[in-house]
């Protein structure tokens, strides 16, 4: 099984960025966290972030075929943006969306989210462990 774990734009920041909303971890460390627990679930992933929307979509179109699945924080653009959700629609592999923080509970429009209709579902609100849940919600969903 091979993941694809993309992570969107402003999130090469963490560890810096307002650490009391988004913790003191570093992508690098997320990324660490997500190998190990890919290697105990033997599993294959492969971390990609990028600050581009059209470059997320990129990633998306080239995933089927070679991923069996998408865990996806798509930080702002989650908000914003139709084309990632109809590159997930289009690349039709199962999708988790994870976010550091409660997108339910901060700002308004951050409660809306563009992608989570084409996911499996959304886990939000546990820092990096939302990235770990989410490796196994996706790890399980495709196993069944
Ligand atoms: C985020 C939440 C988004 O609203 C925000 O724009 C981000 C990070 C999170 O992981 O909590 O950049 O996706």
Redesign the pocket.
């Given at each position: 099984m091979k993941i694809l774990v993309l992570h969107?734009?402003?999130?090469n920041m963490l560890g810096t960025r307002e650490p009391e909303i988004?913790g003191s971890l570093t992508l690098d460390d997320i990324n660490a966290a997500l190998s190990q627990l890919a290697f105990d679930l033997g599993i294959e992933i492969e971390c990609f972030q990028t600050n581009s929307e059209g470059r997320l979509v990129d990633r998306i179109q080239s995933a089927a075929g070679l991923f069996d699945g998408i865990l996806i924080?798509?930080?702002?653009y989650?908000?914003t943006s139709v084309a990632i959700r109809d590159a997930i629609a289009a690349a039709a592999l199962p999708a988790v969306e994870v976010?550091?923080?409660n997108?339910h509970s901060r700002e308004k429009f951050?409660t809306k989210s563009y992608i989570a209709p084409m996911a499996i579902g959304q886990i939000?609100g546990f820092g990096a462990d939302s990235y770990l849940l989410g490796l196994r919600a996706i790890f399980n969903h495709i196993k069944k």
């Open positions: 969107g734009p402003n999130l988004y924080n798509p930080a702002a989650t908000h976010h550091l923080s997108i951050r939000c």
